[in-house]
């Protein structure tokens, strides 16, 4: 009843820059924690950023200081700017949101966790 749909991966060469985002849809009450976690080639997949419905952020010590985390909440979107990017950056980027789910005709939410399907990001020259 929620879907989870990220945008902007691509090639970049190793310094530059992209900027992912993901927007949730469906029969959304509230979101609460929204965030990004990635896998690399045989990696297990980790934690890169947080926030929360505050604003709120955390960061994945990895990508302190290049990596920033943002979200609006009037378009249920979440973002991440990622600078400087190296090619241990390389890696599929998931979308994580925390969800009250209002069904159509209920008077009631439940809380829901989702996840997009991902994004790729390559940082090669």
């Known amino acids: 009843q929620v879907q989870l749909v990220e945008s902007g991966g691509g090639l970049v060469q190793p310094g530059g820059s992209l900027r992912l985002s993901c927007t949730a849809s469906?029969?959304?009450?509230?979101?609460?924690?929204m965030g990004w976690y990635r896998q690399g080639p045989g990696k297990q997949r980790e934690l890169v950023a947080t926030?929360?419905?505050?604003?709120?952020?955390h960061y994945a010590d990895s990508v302190k200081g290049r990596f920033t985390i943002s979200r609006d909440n009037t378009k249920n979107t979440v973002y991440l700017q990622m600078n400087s990017l190296k090619p241990e950056d390389t890696a599929v980027y998931y979308c994580?949101?925390?969800?009250?789910?209002?069904?159509?005709?209920?008077?009631?939410?439940?809380?829901?966790?989702?996840w997009g399907k991902g994004t790729l990001v390559t940082v090669s020259s």
């Open positions: 994580n949101a925390e969800v009250k789910v209002a069904p159509p005709g209920s008077s009631t939410y439940y809380g829901s966790e989702y």
């Open positions: 469906g029969s959304i009450y509230s979101i609460d924690n």
């Open positions: 926030v929360t419905r505050g604003v709120t952020t």
